[in-house]
Nanobody, 128 residues
Framework: QVQLVASGGGSAQAGGSLRLSCAAS????????MYWVRQAPGKGLEWVAS????????AYGDLVKGRFTISRNNAKNTVYLQMNSLKPEDTATYYC?????????????????????WGQGTQVTVSI
């Protein structure tokens, strides 16, 4: 049974930090690209960050570039998202997702059904 279990969400003040984790099981984690996607209240999905299967390639959405860092530990089947300098507009439910292919969104929004596997999400709330 495939599982992507995200954790580490919570409340933070603007300027603070949080570290999200996503533990994967039931598939060959090291063969998959991993993604973080978020959804703010009342809005569509927004791509946040991607990391290649061996961790050598990383990409970030414009709104989080320079503040967020994606990483992975294939020995632990876990992907991370270190979020620094948080802003109220980072408030959202954060999802991790997996796909064997590189995916990118230019002028479009991601959708859940584009990914092979999709996690349950963890809530992040940033206050002023």
């Amino acid at each position: 049974q495939v599982q992507l279990v995200a954790s580490g969400g919570g409340s933070a003040q603007a300027g603070g930090s949080l570290r999200l984790s996503c533990a994967a099981s039931g598939f060959t984690f090291s063969s998959y690209w991993m993604y973080w996607v978020r959804q703010a209240p009342g809005k569509g999905l927004e791509w946040v960050a991607s990391i290649g299967s061996n961790g050598n390639f990383k990409a970030y959405g414009d709104l989080v570039k320079g503040r967020f860092t994606i990483s992975r530990n294939n020995a632990k089947n876990t992907v991370y998202l270190q979020m620094n300098s948080l802003k109220p507009e980072d408030t959202a439910t954060y999802y991790c997702a997996a796909d064997p292919r590189w995916r990118s969104w230019v002028g479009s929004l991601p959708s859940e059904d584009e990914f092979t596997y999709w996690g349950q999400g963890t809530q992040v709330t940033v206050s002023i």
